[in-house]
């Protein structure tokens, strides 16, 4: 379901890490004018998929400020569907406060806990109540990164070697993504080998809520593939965890806490023109910065912030 427009556009970022072969895709132009970024692109196979298995409810889980929870109420009430949102506290700025606002304006139903277990103890009776005309809500897990969520980035992968193909970017050694809840870099992971790049991920995890290790998403990549084999896509490659790296170095003290390193950068690339976020996609430049002397180039780094 065409919900963005792609391919979205790379192009060679000068003047923000020092020494380093370095090329953006710029995800926040993936938009529909409403909307940008990874959130859109995981949206375009998870709202068909609803449709096609009869779902009336989405039930899915996130910080107070998620902003996964947020893009699925408002891009599921415009195409029929009810949200219940399972929301777990966590660091609070105003960005929190405000983005909080908005889910309550959102019409998605709202239930707060004060941390994961809590959730996950409540999730089935929100699920059990929740149930309407004899169908049961379909849960997706935080950020959207299910098996057809993650599709959303193995067609990216796609764009990218169109790309290369087409010679508007070298090859890249690596791409760099921030991993929230994995969709985006496992939807990579799988699509670049797919597409037959060499291109390997690197994933700066920035969420400690739950285990995002290299094991996990490629784990999450082969359930991609898994489903791409069930809807007749024949035999697909195997994701193992050395075919990514990833790392929490960049996290800081926890998820949803901005480090001095990602507010730099994004001040840095403020200056550049680009419009940033230092949750995400602060801290995936700030790991460039930092391995600017070890990373193989060309390097292409995903801009998946939305602004809206
Ligand atoms: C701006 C931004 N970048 C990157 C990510 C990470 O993507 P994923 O959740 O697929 O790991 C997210 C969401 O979690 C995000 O909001």
């Avoid at 949200?83 to 777990?88: A, D, F, H, I």
């Avoid at 791409?228 to 896509?233: E, H, I, P, Q």
């Amino acid at each position: 379901m065409p919900l963005g427009t792609g391919p979205t556009p790379v192009r060679r970022l000068d003047g923000l890490v020092d020494g380093v072969d370095l090329w953006l895709k710029d995800e926040s132009r993936f938009g529909d004018g409403a909307w940008a970024g990874n959130k859109v692109r995981k949206l375009e196979w998870i709202l068909p998929e609803a449709r096609r298995r009869g779902t009336r409810t989405l039930f899915t889980v996130g910080g107070i400020g998620t902003h996964w929870g947020l893009a699925c109420a408002l891009y599921g009430a415009d195409h029929g569907l009810r949200t219940v949102l399972g929301l777990v506290d966590q660091p609070v700025d105003d960005h929190v406060r405000q983005q909080l606002a908005r889910l309550e304006a959102s019409g998605a139903e709202l239930h707060r806990y004060r941390n994961p277990t809590r959730l996950k103890l409540a999730a089935p009776w929100l699920i059990a109540r929740n149930l309407h005309g004899g169908r049961l809500p379909w849960y997706l897990p935080a950020g959207g990164s299910n098996a057809v969520g993650s599709l959303g980035y193995v067609e990216t992968a796609l764009e990218i070697a169109a790309q290369v193909q087409a010679g508007d970017l070298p090859e890249p050694a690596t791409v760099v993504t921030a991993i929230g809840s994995g969709g985006t870099a496992a939807g990579l992971a799988l699509g670049l080998r797919l597409a037959g790049l060499r291109t390997r991920v690197f994933g700066v995890v920035v969420n400690d809520a739950f285990a995002l290790d290299a094991p996990v998403i490629a784990g999450l990549a082969r359930r991609t593939a898994g489903l791409l084999t069930d809807r007749g896509a024949g035999e697909l490659p195997r994701i193992a965890a050395e075919d990514l790296t990833t790392s929490p170095d960049w996290l800081g003290r926890t998820y949803g806490d901005p480090t001095p390193a990602s507010v730099a950068m994004v001040e840095k690339a403020t200056g550049l023109g680009l419009e940033l976020e230092p949750v995400y996609t602060g801290k995936s430049l700030a790991a460039i910065a930092d391995l600017a002397d070890t990373l193989d180039g060309p390097v292409l780094w995903l801009n998946t912030h939305g602004p809206r």
